[in-house]
T-cell receptor
Framework: GESVGLHLPTLSVQEGDNSIINCAYSNSASDYFIWYKQESGKGPQFIIDIRSNMDKRQGQRVTVLLNKTVKHLSLQIAATQPGDSAVYFCAENKGGADGLTFGKGTHLIIQP | GAGVSQSPSNKVTEKGKDVELRCDPISGHTALYWYRQSLGQGLEFLIYFQGNSAPDKSGLPSDRFSAERTGGSVSTLTIQRTQQEDSAVYLC?????????FGQGTRLTVV
């Protein structure tokens, strides 16, 4: 069943390793997906987006993968750095009047 | 302004008092969202505005919480008879199209 709490799952990685953050979305009609990064004490900031007609999109050190079959979204961060420590949220846009729906977030911790 | 502006940035209030939080979205953004974030936790959806109407109020935790938006622009989130569990950061976001832009939030502390 779905978690009713908002406690964040945590992913701990060694500096320099690659990180993979996963997100499951709920609506097969969603046509746009976004990853946000939230550093301590700040509001979420846009990282990268992907439309439903794509399965992969690359940015600078980040890659987003979309698997529509299983409604799964992932964010890969290459060569993780201390500045990557943050909470990462995925969001889906269902279109129309539904707006954006955010996932619960994952706390990425970088070990030296 | 260039981004989403929220005020105040910090608010300390006594239990039982009412508070009003303000959000100035990016000019022209039709959609506006309010979220709540407790320390170390994820985003808790509160309410979504499209223009001045709120098609989704499902996240408002109780009838002590209300929000309005006027002129398709500024929004206020009001919490009546505040409780200690209302202490959190309240985030506002606006969008035109799909991507949302967030403000820095209002940190509310109820003592």
């Amino acid at each position: 069943g779905e978690s009713v709490g908002l406690h964040l799952p945590t992913l701990s990685v060694q500096e320099g390793d690659n990180s993979i953050i996963n997100c499951a979305y709920s609506n097969s009609a969603s046509d746009y997906f976004i990853w946000y990064k939230q550093e301590s004490g700040k509001g979420p900031q846009f990282i990268i987006d992907i439309r439903s007609n794509m399965d992969k999109r690359q940015g600078q050190r980040v890659t987003v993968l979309l698997n529509k079959t299983v409604k799964h979204l992932s964010l890969q961060i290459a060569a993780t750095q201390p500045g990557d420590s943050a909470v990462y949220f995925c969001a889906e846009n269902k279109g129309g009047a539904d707006g954006l729906t955010f996932g619960k977030g994952t706390h990425l911790i970088i070990q030296p | 302004g260039a981004g989403v502006s929220q005020s105040p940035s910090n608010k300390v209030t006594e239990k039982g008092k009412d508070v009003e939080l303000r959000c100035d979205p990016i000019s022209g953004h039709t959609a506006l969202y309010w979220y709540r974030q407790s320390l170390g936790q994820g985003l808790e959806f509160l309410i979504y505005f499209q223009g001045n109407s709120a098609p989704d109020k499902s996240g408002l935790p109780s009838d002590r919480f209300s929000a309005e938006r006027t002129g398709g622009s500024v929004s206020t989130l009001t919490i009546q008879r505040t409780q200690q569990e209302d202490s959190a950061v309240y985030l506002c976001a606006s969008s035109f199209g799909a991507e949302a832009f967030f403000g820095q939030g209002t940190r509310l502390t109820v003592v």
